[in-house]
């Protein structure tokens, strides 16, 4: 890959007494899109949050631009967070604005342009997105892709050089899939920007990402480009991009037998 942008350095993190990430390496480039893929529960989501200091790991160090990303230091926290955008699952809009103050919130909460000009920006970015003459209907009156282009808009209301994606294919028409995973490609390469793509879709990611990584048991279990992927002899990537039922990942959680969870021994029926 490139000079890095953001990097995980042996990051560990748990919820209590469950580990979800262990020793858990990652570069990314500026300028590319990288899909995280896994499973659900394998720790996608929970990446996201560290990368964006809404959760600190127990060990392991996060780096954006060469600065630590630490919860504990908020004034540098809110600082690294003006250049990162996030696309939140099912969009998130807020119900009670308009699609046009949707994308005008992040301006007027964290710079100080006159309404002129933020007027000029959101009606710029809502045209980036298709979407200049939806500008005054409420959320409830846009469809869901449309929803999730509003928000698309709103994450890159600040032009940041770091935007993540929690699960932006969810819930979406074929239609509205691909065109929300161009966009995701071609405005990433507008800004100049590094896109990273938390999902479980794979035709659409490998069609727009530069590179994948996958998680399962708390680990990087295997990452290269999408063509790496496809031609990978691993029995987890070829469960996971085949969606096969048997393989590496089992359908039982891990539990006691059976048979004494309920409380039967020996021989007993």
Do not use: C, W
């Amino acid at each position: 890959m490139e000079k890095s942008y953001l990097e995980l350095e042996n990051v560990t993190f748990a919820y209590g007494s469950r580990p979800i990430l262990r020793n858990v390496s990652m570069r990314f480039g500026a300028g590319q899109v990288v899909a995280i893929m896994g499973g659900s529960g394998m720790g996608k989501t929970t990446l996201l949050k560290l990368i964006g200091g809404l959760l600190s790991p127990q060990s392991g160090r996060i780096v954006l631009g060469g600065e630590p990303v630490d919860a504990r230091n908020q004034k540098r926290l809110y600082r690294l967070r003006r250049r990162m955008g996030m696309l939140f699952q099912f969009g998130a809009l807020f119900t009670d604005l308009t699609v046009f103050e949707n994308v005008a919130f992040p301006m007027r909460e964290q710079t100080n342009l006159d309404e002129e000009t933020i007027r000029d920006l959101v009606l710029m970015k809502l045209n980036a997105v298709g979407l200049r003459g939806a500008a005054e209907l409420m959320p409830s009156e846009i469809s869901g892709g449309m929803a999730r282009r509003v928000a698309l808009a709103r994450a890159i209301a600040l032009d940041p050089s770091l935007i993540l994606y929690d699960e932006p294919f969810a819930g979406l028409d074929p239609i509205s899939m691909g065109v929300t995973a161009r966009l995701i490609r071609n405005l990433n390469d507008a800004l100049g920007a590094l896109s990273i793509i938390v999902t479980h879709d794979v035709a659409e990611t490998f069609e727009i990402a530069d590179y994948v990584y996958m998680i399962s048991s708390q680990h990087v279990a295997a990452e290269g480009t999408p063509d790496e992927m496809r031609a990978s002899t691993d029995p987890f990537v070829r469960q996971f991009i085949g969606g096969l039922p048997d393989g590496p990942v089992k359908f039982q959680y891990p539990a006691p037998p059976y048979a004494a969870d309920l409380g039967f021994s020996g021989g007993e029926a």
